[in-house]
């Protein structure tokens, strides 16, 4: 297995990495109260201290009252839990390493098994996170423009402590893509539309205004999917055509690296091609993208969840499309996850070590 293009380095403005894999942003829950631990710094440090190049950390809220769902899900707002991200950072940066935090406002949510509910309503487009189920408020201008504020707050504070880059979370049904959607977002003014493009202006301020805070200089990397938990075979841009008019204005406003989000990389986005969606995305836009979606394992992440264990699976595929240039990094869940050392035991060709997943490894932060 020639794993050379994955370990090439990897640089666009404020990014310069050893390598092209990425830890892919995981929800820990780790964080009471909102506040990163020193055991949650261990955590990412370890991943560092073993080779990978880019890590994004989990879902990260921004302040707004019903941003989260989880009691335990870290804040990037407050002076305590900034203070306990600074420790993270130091740590990852000390390894050798860099780091983005995932910026992120869940939107409409189920409330969470535990019981805990924020302190006031979810907020999004239209009270749904997905048809049939209003389990929230509608948001107001107001409620708008304050939520984008604290957007370019939260990737202002990441520039001031040290971060290499942020992340945007605009996948899997969460507040941006709640907009995207046009399931979640019924509205008739100005942030909702009948057409996708319309129906991006939420993403679009945000952006901008993440750019205004950051200064050109620094990378801006969106995540994106197609699919949402409410339906896996959803397409927001159906065609080439439609894909193209939703993320150029998405790269104009400022993004630098699209995140495409699949539940299997290897899945083709459109008739016709074998581009996945990263590989898409790339070739409308010109932009840096990053694919993932079952990396390294032979099982989806989404089954893991329901307690599926994965064993480790070739990269041959992988390996031929990053070759081919259809993308240029390379995320990876689960096996970070459950085992700090994968990326060096990729390079190191020692794939007789490479351990398999299982939901128990969801239950701790693995240090070893």
Same mark, same amino acid.
């Not at 389990?135 to 504020?149: K, L, Q, V, Y």
């Not at 049904?173 to 202006?201: C, H, M, V």
């Given at each position: 297995?020639?794993?050379?293009?994955?370990?090439?380095?990897?640089?666009?403005?404020?990014?310069?990495?050893?390598?092209?894999?990425?830890?892919?942003?995981?929800?820990?829950?780790?964080?009471?109260?909102?506040?990163?631990?020193?055991?949650?710094?261990?955590?990412?440090?370890?991943?560092?201290?073993?080779?990978?190049?880019?890590?994004?950390?989990?879902?990260?809220?921004?302040?707004?009252?019903?941003?989260?769902?989880?009691?335990?899900?870290?804040?990037?707002?407050?002076?305590?839990?900034?203070?306990?991200?600074?420790?993270?950072?130091?740590?990852?940066?000390?390894?050798?390493?860099?780091?983005?935090?995932?910026?992120?406002?869940? @939107?409409?949510?189920?409330? &969470?098994? !535990?019981?805990?509910?924020?302190?006031?309503?979810?907020?999004?487009? /239209?009270? $749904? #996170?997905?048809?049939?189920?209003?389990?929230?408020?509608?948001?107001?201008?107001?409620?708008?423009?304050?939520?984008?504020?604290?957007?370019?707050?939260?990737?202002?504070?990441?520039?001031?402590?040290?971060?290499?880059?942020?992340?945007?979370?605009?996948?899997?049904?969460?507040?941006?893509?709640?907009?995207?959607?046009?399931?979640?977002?019924?509205?008739?003014?100005?942030?909702?539309?009948?057409?996708?493009?319309?129906?991006?202006?939420?993403?679009?301020?945000?952006?901008?205004?993440?750019?205004?805070?950051?200064?050109?200089?620094?990378?801006?990397?969106?995540?994106?999917?197609?699919?949402?938990?409410?339906?896996?075979?959803?397409?927001?841009?159906?065609?080439?055509?439609?894909?193209?008019?939703?993320?150029?204005?998405?790269?104009?406003? @400022?993004?630098?690296?699209? &995140?495409? !989000?699949?539940?299997?990389?290897?899945?083709?986005?459109?008739?016709? /091609?074998? $581009? #996945?969606?990263?590989?898409?995305?790339?070739?409308?836009?010109?932009?840096?993208?990053?694919?993932?979606?079952?990396?390294?394992?032979?099982?989806?992440?989404?089954?893991?969840?329901?307690?599926?264990?994965?064993?480790?699976?070739?990269?041959?595929?992988?390996?031929?499309?990053?070759?081919?240039?259809?993308?240029?990094?390379?995320?990876?869940?689960?096996?970070?996850?459950?085992?700090?050392?994968?990326?060096?035991?990729?390079?190191?060709?020692?794939?007789?070590?490479?351990?398999?997943?299982?939901?128990?490894?969801?239950?701790?932060?693995?240090?070893?």
């Amino acid at each position: 297995m020639n794993t050379d293009s994955l370990f090439r380095p990897f640089s666009l403005k404020s990014l310069n990495i050893r390598n092209r894999i990425v830890m892919a942003p995981m929800t820990r829950s780790f964080s009471p109260n909102g506040v990163p631990t020193d055991t949650v710094a261990a955590y990412y440090s370890k991943r560092a201290e073993g080779e990978v190049g880019l890590i994004l950390s989990e879902g990260t809220v921004i302040d707004r009252p019903s941003s989260s769902n989880d009691a335990n899900v870290p804040h990037f707002y407050g002076e305590q839990a900034l203070a306990g991200w600074q420790e993270v950072i130091n740590g990852v940066h000390a390894a050798g390493g860099a780091m983005g935090p995932q910026v992120w406002h869940m @939107g409409i949510m189920d409330n &969470h098994q !535990s019981g805990w509910v924020p302190p006031v309503p979810f907020e999004g487009p /239209s009270g $749904l #996170n997905r048809p049939g189920f209003n389990n929230g408020n509608t948001m107001t201008e107001s409620d708008i423009a304050d939520t984008i504020a604290a957007f370019g707050r939260a990737t202002a504070d990441a520039k001031r402590l040290g971060f290499d880059t942020v992340e945007l979370h605009g996948a899997h049904g969460y507040l941006i893509d709640q907009f995207f959607w046009e399931a979640t977002n019924l509205r008739t003014d100005n942030w909702g539309g009948k057409t996708l493009p319309e129906r991006s202006r939420f993403a679009l301020e945000v952006v901008k205004e993440v750019r205004k805070q950051v200064g050109e200089d620094f990378a801006i990397i969106l995540r994106l999917s197609q699919w949402k938990p409410a339906d896996y075979t959803n397409k927001l841009a159906k065609t080439p055509q439609e894909l193209e008019a939703w993320l150029n204005p998405l790269a104009d406003a @400022g993004v630098d690296i699209f &995140h495409c !989000s699949q539940r299997r990389f290897w899945e083709n986005e459109f008739e016709g /091609s074998d $581009l #996945n969606f990263a590989g898409w995305a790339k070739k409308v836009t010109g932009k840096a993208t990053i694919t993932v979606g079952s990396v390294g394992l032979n099982g989806e992440f989404l089954a893991a969840f329901a307690g599926e264990s994965s064993q480790p699976s070739s990269l041959d595929e992988l390996l031929r499309r990053m070759d081919r240039g259809d993308f240029d990094l390379v995320a990876v869940g689960r096996p970070l996850l459950s085992d700090p050392s994968w990326v060096k035991k990729i390079r190191e060709q020692r794939t007789d070590e490479l351990k398999g997943f299982s939901k128990e490894a969801l239950a701790e932060l693995v240090l070893a």
